[in-house]
């Protein structure tokens, strides 16, 4: 598999790996694709009482492409209000990091991640 | 990102192939240059010099088999011997019957020559094996119909490693009067085998698999009592006929070398390998949710087959690039699909997925072995710290009871 050198730098140094306290209000999680299917994601956000998301996490079962989406995605977040983290479209994240036509579906998972994410937090603080 | 292409990984896939011999090469050069005859060539001395060279290689081969000289066919590997013998012996003796029988977790070649078979209109049956990978031998005599014309078993099987107990499988196919092919080609230098003894019509060999050349390998057919096979190869009558073709000098030379090589030295070298081996799978038992695949006692000592639970296998490829093994994932395969071999004997995709195939062979050594573990424990650790499943797992959720949206 020929990786582009983006996807390789965020699968071997992947940034914000870790986990936010999913029981703290101001945290929303998100838990997208199976593990018969080979990736799951789990992406977390923690969003300041004014709507900015100040912090992002990320834990990823997949392939190199799966790892370098969901850590990209993270970098993404930080600073957006939660309006424009759900404008992020997974077309940016495949031209981005150059993924191959057939881990196009890494990057719809990292979409559908912060979507999920962002339903948690909402449906949590009961918006 | 920088690589260090001068770097070759460290080799652990010698049931992928193996380099050849130096001992081998040496012996194989002058049949290419000076000795360049064609060994059926009656009239002259080159003719006889590159004849002599066949012949003494063919009872090396036989040796390390204990087999007559006379039974060795020479072919150009163990797909070619799996295909002749498969579809040489289940045609000639097609007027018993239209029944094959084999083993769901065989080499493609001979699953490949059995669907051949099949298309040609004969039935066929492919066992399951035991969830150790061996084949229960109640269920293969029960498999056996009375139209049933060859059976074929491998003698140790290339993902995993386990030998089949060929005695006693041969024996069943004895009473039922039924042809039993052994596709050999794991296990030459690795087990003893006596063909005096064993009740085998028909065996697969390959030279590259055990120091030797690619491109050659040999098919046994019995002579007592005489097993005959219909031709695959038609041509100038090589062979006794049953392949055809100018035969490959230097190549066989080279066959011949390394089966020598192997008899003499196989006593020692599978034991400096098992003790590898044992380092090897101790260093990796040492993590939690390591999965041998295969059974560990009636296995070669080459082989160690491992799925490391709660890590996706490309990453895991990926991880593990500083060393060469082959891997039971979809992500490393043409087709797409987790082994086969791993999905027969009951394995979940997710640890096929996240299957480690590594072979230890003649240049392993213990450092290999000792930067091997490291790597692994570094990676699979680091892999596990990313994994959301493996903090489910470290939660004590079962995650085969979560309900996952598939995608």
Redesign the interface.
């Known amino acids: ?1 020929a990786y582009s ?1 983006k996807v ?2 965020h ?2 140094n ?1 940034r914000n ?1 870790g ?1 936010l306290d999913k029981d703290d209000p101001h945290v929303g999680t998100g ?12 992406l977390q956000i923690k969003v300041s009482d004014d709507g900015v998301i100040q912090d992002a996490k990320f ?6 492409s ?2 370098a989406s969901s850590s990209l995605v993270t970098e993404w977040l930080k600073g957006k209000t939660l309006d424009q983290a759900s404008e992020i479209k997974n077309s940016a994240i495949a031209e981005e990091l150059a993924l191959p036509p057939v881990k196009i ?1 890494c990057s ?2 990292a979409e ?1 991640a912060i979507k999920s994410a962002i339903a948690d937090l909402k449906s949590k603080q009961g918006k | ?1 920088t690589q260090d292409i001068a770097r070759k990984p460290i080799y652990l896939d010698y049931s992928s192939t193996t380099p050849i011999d130096p001992r081998v090469a040496e012996k194989m050069i002058p049949f290419i240059t000076e000795h360049f005859g064609n060994p059926a060539s009656r009239s002259h001395s080159f003719g006889w010099t590159a004849e002599k060279g066949v012949e003494e290689a063919r009872e090396e081969v036989a040796k390390l088999v204990n087999a007559d000289p006379r039974e060795i066919v020479w072919t150009s590997g163990a797909t070619e011997s799996n295909n002749l013998a498969i579809k040489g012996a289940s045609h000639f003796y097609s007027a018993k019957g239209k029944h094959i029988l084999t083993v769901a977790t065989e080499h493609k070649c001979v699953i490949d020559s059995f669907r051949e078979l099949e298309r040609e209109g004969y039935t066929a049956t492919y066992l399951e094996p035991e969830p150790n990978g061996l084949v229960d031998l109640e269920k293969f005599k029960k498999a056996i119909r009375p139209d049933t014309v060859l059976a074929s078993v491998m003698f140790v099987n290339n993902e995993i490693g386990v030998i089949q107990d060929i005695e006693a499988l041969g024996n069943i196919c004895r009473e039922q009067k039924v042809i039993f092919h052994v596709d050999a080609a794991q296990a030459t230098g690795k087990v003893n085998i006596d063909l005096e003894k064993l009740p085998v019509d028909l065996m697969s060999f390959s030279a590259h698999k055990t120091y030797g050349p690619k491109g050659i390998g040999a098919l046994y057919v019995r002579r007592k009592p005489r097993i005959r096979i219909e031709a695959q190869m038609h041509g100038g009558g090589h062979e006794r006929g049953m392949r055809s073709g100018t035969l490959a000098t230097h190549q066989i030379v080279g066959m011949g070398e390394a089966f020598r090589i192997a008899r003499v030295e196989m006593q020692l070298e599978n034991e400096r390998i098992r003790k590898l081996r044992d380092k090897l799978l101790h260093g990796l038992q040492d993590m939690e949710e390591v999965y041998v695949n295969g059974d560990l006692k009636q296995r070669i000592p080459h082989n160690l087959n491992i799925s490391f639970n ?6 895991l490829i ?1 991880a593990v690039k500083d060393i060469a093994v082959s891997s039971g994932s ?2 490393t395969s043409a087709s797409l699909e987790p082994s086969y071999v791993l999905r027969a004997l009951g394995r979940s ?2 640890l096929a ?1 996240s299957s480690i195939r590594f072979s230890i062979g003649r240049y392993t050594t213990e450092a290999d072995v000792d930067f091997t573990i490291q790597l692994l424990k570094e990676k699979i650790q680091k892999l596990r ?7 489910m797992f470290k939660d004590g959720i079962d ?1 085969s009871k979560v309900e ?4």
């Open positions: 598999m050198d390789l730098d699968y071997e992947p790996v986990t838990m997208v694709g199976a593990p018969a299917c080979g990736d799951v994601m789990k834990k990823t079962y997949g392939c190199g799966a790892i579906h719809v998972l559908d | 990102m709660y890590v996706e296998g490309e990453s990926m979809a992500c995709d997710e997925h710290d990313l994994s959301p499943l493996w903090d995650i996952w949206a598939a995608h």
